[in-house]
T-cell receptor, first 115, second 115 residues
Framework: DAGVIQSPRHEVTEMGQEVTLRCKPI?????LFWYRQTMMRGLELLIY????????DSGMPEDRFSAKMPNASFSTLKIQPSEPRDSAVYFC?????????????FGPGTRLTVL | AQSVTQLGSHVSVSEGALVLLRCNYS??????LFWYVQYPNQGLQLLLK??????LVKGINGFEAEFKKSETSFHLTKPSAHMSDAAEYFC?????????????FGTGTRLQVTL
């Protein structure tokens, strides 16, 4: 079975440019999570969706960040305009939100570098 | 609010030696606890999880963890380290939120295994 798919795996862009990260969750999973990992702040939850609806976006750092989930098989995280401090590894994870014990399956991540 | 504290950002053990990675949690309600492993340039993978049943939980790759409520701890152990265990390990906690499993991660412990 295919796991969580993220694209691109690596992204290098210049400050001020728009960046779009993509995620395809595991088929049948109805919850999707976006995380950011940095050396300074560790692993932070940015936003999560349940049945394509954003449930908690309190971790989104500022208005430059936005996330959408137009259908059950696709989500995007957009940064506009990007800044050097956004450089990090961004992970997407999914699970079946049938209860609190459901394992989250992580994608391989997108390494973003903003110059 | 829930949180986890991982004591020791770096741990080094010899191959064949005992592995002990420490995690203490804080939660106002009974928690569910997880250990994840991250190999270089990869996403996180679940090692094991505490589901309020048995307090001693066995996971993959020979790892296990014991939930101790009196000590608010969930330390990860492995009797004999292998070179392939070198990775970063994250403890995480979740508590009832209703619709999805919102994990709060610790800052991680990097395990080094030497010959």
């Amino acid at each position: 079975d295919a796991g969580v798919i993220q694209s691109p795996r690596h992204e290098v862009t210049e400050m001020g440019q728009e960046v779009t990260l993509r995620c395809k969750p595991i088929s049948g999973h109805n919850s999707l999570f976006w995380y950011r990992q940095t050396m300074m702040r560790g692993l932070e939850l940015l936003i999560y969706f349940n049945n394509n609806v954003p449930i908690d976006d309190s971790g989104m750092p500022e208005d430059r960040f936005s996330a959408k989930m137009p259908n059950a098989s696709f989500s995007t995280l957009k940064i506009q305009p990007s800044e050097p401090r956004d450089s990090a590894v961004y992970f997407c994870a999914s699970n079946v939100a049938g209860g609190l014990l459901d394992t989250q399956y992580f994608g391989p991540g997108t390494r973003l570098t903003v110059l | 609010a829930q949180s986890v504290t991982q004591l020791g950002s770096h741990v080094s053990v010899s191959e064949g030696a005992l592995v002990l990675l420490r995690c203490n949690y804080s939660s106002s309600v009974p928690p569910y606890l997880f250990w994840y492993v991250q190999y270089p340039n990869q996403g996180l993978q679940l090692l094991l999880k505490y589901t309020s049943a048995a307090t001693l939980v066995k996971g993959i790759n020979g790892f296990e963890a014991e939930f101790k409520k009196s000590e608010t701890s969930f330390h990860l152990t492995k009797p004999s380290a292998h070179m392939s265990d070198a990775a970063e390990y994250f403890c995480a906690v979740t508590t009832p939120t209703g619709t999805a499993s919102k994990l709060t991660f610790g800052t991680g412990t990097r395990l080094q295994v030497t010959l």
